[in-house]
């Protein structure tokens, strides 16, 4: 009996809804779940039968971000970077067209909350913690959050959430404009699905070109910046601050940067 895949895909009543299914892991996103959510996602982008996006995870937890082990371990991907599970996720849903709504309970950690980024509504469980933790593991933010995050948050906000990479809890994200609305998170994922198909009943013309106005024209930069975020975020994976984070994460002891 195969297991049940890490990333779920369902689509009823105009909505493709992709869940993340590993919950004994905390959700962390392995390769073969960045592909499965790239798959889906650029087949709703094209499917007339789609007319609306929608991420969740389990009440107790969205995703710790992504898998350490699966991309310290995994040997390098053959092939152009375009064709690389991660980097066509990043892709499609910073150039989807129809709307996406988010549905956050838990931990939100590194892509748990940079890809809310690039989701249209996004309604939090009041347990939500959101961490962008890239400084704290030498390495730098990703999804195009450098560019995204100041423009939402201000600079000031966005400084102190991706240079101190500490966490902010749901009513922080309501206060600085990342999320929609806080509440129980057994009711999230059910609100998020209402809003969902709210949308999906909506003229779908007008759905993408409001969006896409909204937008103003910003997908080339957010592309170019995703591009200069990934190619610095490849090299210092591998240098000496974000293996003294890793060992440390793996010894379960505070990294000392001192000496880097």
């Known amino acids: 009996e195969l297991p049940p895949p890490m990333a779920l895909t369902h689509v009823e009543a105009g909505v493709m809804t992709l869940t993340f299914n ?14 499965a959510l790239a798959d889906g996602l650029e087949r709703a982008a094209q499917d007339a039968a789609v007319r609306v996006a929608l991420i969740q995870g389990d009440a107790t937890v969205f995703s710790a971000g992504n898998d350490i082990g699966d991309f310290q371990n995994a040997p390098a991907d053959p ?13 499609a849903i910073a150039t989807f067209p129809k709307p996406i709504v988010a549905a956050v309970c838990g931990p939100a950690v ?3 909350t940079t890809l809310l980024l690039h989701c249209d509504l996004v309604y939090a469980g009041d347990n939500a913690a959101f961490a962008l933790p890239f400084v704290n593991l030498g390495l730098v933010p990703e999804a195009g959050s450098s ?4 423009q939402m948050l ?12 500490e966490p902010f809890m749901a009513e922080a994200a309501l206060e600085v404009g990342l999320v929609n609305r806080v509440l129980p998170p057994t009711e999230c994922n059910a609100a998020a699905q209402q809003q969902a198909r709210k949308l999906a009943a909506k ?6 070109e409001t969006k896409r106005l909204m937008k103003g024209g910003q997908q080339a930069a957010v592309l170019a910046r995703m591009d200069e975020e990934g190619q ?29």
């Open 22 to 35: 590993r919950v004994d892991k905390k959700n962390s996103i392995t390769r073969a779940m960045y592909a």
């Open 79 to 91: 092939g152009p970077r375009e064709q690389q599970p991660v980097w066509r996720f990043l892709r």
């Open 110 to 112: 590194g892509v748990g």
């Open 147 to 150: 560019l995204l995050l100041p």
């Open 154 to 165: 201000g600079y000031h906000r966005a400084a102190e959430a991706l240079l101190l990479g």
């Open 203 to 208: 003229p779908l013309a007008s759905l993408i």
């Open 232 to 260: 610095l975020f490849g090299r210092m994976l591998h240098e000496p601050a974000a293996r003294e984070a890793f060992a440390a994460f793996a010894e379960r002891r505070k990294p000392d940067f001192s000496k880097i």
